[in-house]
């Protein structure tokens, strides 16, 4: 994005999408992003940073995403008492994020919407976590919250609290349905509960340390997130990580998509009616974590990705016996597939069922593998493709029916996708080292990681302190985005449809509440 | 119809032998006597995700599929904490878990059990104790048997809680006093049968 024209002066920020650096002013800002909307962007992260001790107040960044790579907005906030405009009018998937980074830094937004986000009583409402003033050691007994939500009134509506405690074995959130018999006239998420102060924990740890906590963000996305932060930190020590340390790494990356597309068509066939989809789908990932467990000694590949490199390496025979078992699922995949598309009965609960329209996902900026199924090719891989993908293209998957069949649709597409890139990662790995050491890392330095994973774009900030210490870390989990979508999507349908369409988003809560 | 019982005939049972209880798990025993009198093996589990990462929620859903089946050991993971004898709790616990997960653990009908599972289930792992994190399941409700591992394999989640149900021998002679053995010839019964044949050629 060419910001030269709202006069804004622009810096380059290493890492591997090109990123530009942009201090602004509020009118600067709400210009930008106005700027980048026109022009097809949309936001990727906000987050707000604590730099009093360096007699530079707070600072809040606004991550913006377009066809050149991402703008890094950068508005400078004397002290607490001021406050930042709203972006929600212009990137609705704001809302939420300017709510979450009052609750942790208290410096407010000029919203409507002043509501906790993250919040939720467990600490004192008056005390923000992430300031360098707080005191990490001091706890406090957790009290209730009285959250404001929504109400629908009107005759025989009523409403239907669920959670934080599922009934099925997912992760805790409450979501509050507005019903008139079995249809959903609204739904109202609360996230917040597995907020365990992650960004606070990274402050505490060293960068060469911190992958292992990075890897433990949403434990589903392991690589993804751990890729991310070691991306960020690698462009912060300006080092190049070796090529076979990048193919392994995009090696377990298509792994865990792989994995995790897998399990999830056997719970949807599952929701959907068709226990034996979950039979099949779950031996098939069970086979596929099996082989993890033997080459990268984890079944999810925790802590295999480390700053530097990898922490593993492999022979011929494990490529071999890889290559043989990407083969082998590609058969017994097609052969699922084809009974998912011919199931009558399948196919009645997963068409037309929590629609969400190709312009509907491109106005509240739905990211991911969610925008896949709605028509939307975004894909870090192929915009900004970096080794090993400059070297072995991705061919992006887009379906634009945006219900659950289409969601479906592009795991069914992404895993053959992945398949063929296993295939052709195994077949052109380069020799070498898998592992370098990282320099000395400088202080006060910030670069972005991006990694595009299964679920969607995990994006690392990363700032450093002196002694390669962590000076803030923001993880941003693509689920921001997403998680108000859900809501939509649900509008209109039934409440038995929910667990459906909700499995079909598979949205973390552990990445999105910190 | 046709393509779904050929591959299931094709699939055959992948169902493995069940590994042994594994009694250096538990850490408290004041309720496996009452549990194994009143249920035998016939588990009901509530799951509670009281503030994880995810990654042990991967492989406690891998319990139900073909390879562990845990369903086939007579153990169900139940809806309701009313309708459960044990509590398979993921942790760290966050503070806006801490009410939830005392609820949960009060609605679940006594006699009950508790398993933390996860190294951060057993010691608060990587997140430790915070503003926002109790820490370890034991610190906010009795713990019977923690399963370490980041996650903890099916496996090792097996052998917790098959340890939490047998690791002593009812009083009572209804189950006979090697039960820990006859958990495991029952499962052996499920591991290689061959796959029927007629399924497999039907029309």
Redo the contacts between chains.
């Keep these: 994005m060419n910001v030269s024209p709202l006069g804004i002066s622009a810096a380059t920020l290493d890492g591997v999408v090109p990123t530009q650096r942009c201090p602004v002013n509020s009118g600067q800002l709400l210009a930008a992003c106005r700027l980048a909307w026109e022009q097809g962007g949309h936001l990727t992260a906000l987050w707000l940073s604590d730099d009093r001790d360096r007699q530079r107040g707070f600072t809040l960044r606004v991550l913006l995403r377009d066809g050149d790579g991402f703008t890094m907005l950068e508005l400078a906030l004397p002290d607490e008492r001021s406050h930042f405009p709203d972006l929600s009018p212009i990137f609705p998937a704001a809302a939420r994020m300017q709510r979450a980074a009052f609750d942790l830094m208290g410096v407010a937004c000029d919203a409507d919407d002043q509501r906790p986000w993250t919040w939720?009583?467990?600490?004192p409402i008056d005390q923000f976590?992430l300031r360098r003033d707080?005191d990490?050691s001091?706890?406090?007994e957790?009290g209730?919250e009285d959250y404001a939500f929504v109400r629908v009134a009107g005759d025989g509506v009523h409403e239907i609290p669920v959670g934080?405690?599922h009934?099925?074995?997912?992760?805790?959130g409450h979501f509050r349905f507005q019903v008139v018999g079995e249809k959903v006239l609204r739904l109202e998420e609360r996230l917040?509960?597995?907020?365990?102060?992650?960004e606070?924990?990274f402050e505490s740890m060293g960068v060469h340390d911190a992958h292992?906590?990075a890897g433990?963000?949403?434990?589903?996305s392991?690589v993804t997130y751990a890729w991310a932060y070691a991306q960020a930190a690698e462009a912060i020590a300006r080092c190049a990580v070796p090529a076979r340390a990048l193919w392994l790494r995009a090696l377990m990356l298509e792994r865990e998509r792989v994995a995790n597309h897998l399990?999830d068509l056997g719970y949807l066939g599952n929701d959907g009616g068709f226990a034996?989809g979950?039979?099949?789908f779950?031996?098939l990932?069970?086979d596929w974590?099996r082989v993890n467990?033997s080459v990268f000694a984890h079944?999810?590949m925790?802590d295999a990705v480390v700053p530097g490199g990898v922490a593993c390496d492999i022979d011929d025979t494990q490529a071999q016996a890889m290559r043989a078992q990407t083969a082998a699922l590609a058969k017994e995949v097609k052969?699922?597939q084809?009974?998912y598309d011919?199931?009558a009965g399948l196919q009645d609960r997963i068409r037309v069922c929590g629609e969400v329209s190709g312009e509907l996902a491109v106005k509240l900026g739905l990211v991911g593998l969610a925008a896949r199924g709605s028509g939307v090719a975004d894909d870090l891989r192929c915009d900004f493709p970096a080794a090993p993908y400059d070297a072995l293209p991705v061919r992006a998957v887009a379906h634009p029916g945006g219900d659950v069949a289409a969601r479906v649709a592009v795991r069914f597409d992404e895993i053959f996708e992945s398949l063929r890139l296993i295939d052709g990662l195994l077949t052109s790995m380069p020799d070498g080292a898998v592992r370098i050491e990282l320099p000395e890392l400088p202080a006060f330095r910030l670069a972005i990681g991006a990694i595009e994973g299964w679920r969607g774009p995990v994006v690392i900030a990363l700032e450093t302190g002196s002694g390669g210490s962590i000076r803030r870390c923001h993880p941003h989990d693509p689920s921001w985005q997403n998680w108000p979508l859900l809501e939509y999507a649900v509008i209109g349908n039934i409440v038995p449809d929910f667990p459906l369409i909700n499995k079909s988003f598979n949205l973390?809560?552990?990445g999105h509440?910190l | 119809m046709l393509h779904i019982l050929k591959q299931i005939a094709k699939t055959g049972l992948r169902t493995e032998t069940a590994p042994t209880a594994d009694e250096t798990m538990v850490v408290a025993t004041r309720l496996q006597r009452e549990i194994v009198r009143a249920l035998g093996r016939a588990l009901a589990i509530r799951q509670v995700d009281a503030g994880s990462c995810n990654g042990c929620e991967l492989e406690i859903h891998a319990l139900s599929n073909p390879y562990y089946n845990i369903e086939g050991l007579g153990i169900r993971f139940v809806a309701s904490p009313r309708h459960a004898d044990m509590l398979l709790v993921t942790g760290p616990v966050s503070r806006h878990m801490a009410i939830a997960l005392k609820r949960t653990y009060d609605a679940t009908p006594d006699p009950k059990l508790v398993v933390a599972v996860g190294e951060c289930g057993c010691n608060g792992g990587v997140f430790g104790e915070s503003y926002a994190s109790l820490g370890r399941v034991a610190n906010v409700i009795p713990v019977d048997v923690e399963i370490p591992g980041c996650p903890p394999t099916p496996t090792a989640l097996l052998r917790g809680i098959l340890a939490a149900i047998t690791s002593y021998a009812p009083p009572t002679p209804r189950i006979e006093p090697t039960a820990t053995a006859g958990a495991l010839d029952d499962a052996s019964e499920f591991s290689d049968p061959p796959v029927d044949a007629k399924i497999a050629g039907a029309p």
């Excluded at chain 1, 939720?120 to 600490?123: N, R, V, Y």
Aim: proline content about 7%; overall charge positive.
């Design positions: 939720q009583a467990a600490w976590p707080f990490a001091k706890s406090w957790p209730q934080p405690v009934a099925g074995i997912i992760e805790p917040g509960y597995t907020h365990k102060g992650v606070k924990r292992r906590l433990r963000i949403s434990g589903d392991t399990g034996f979950l039979a099949q779950s031996r990932k069970e974590l467990a079944r999810f925790m052969v699922l084809d009974i011919d199931h973390s809560y552990s509440d």
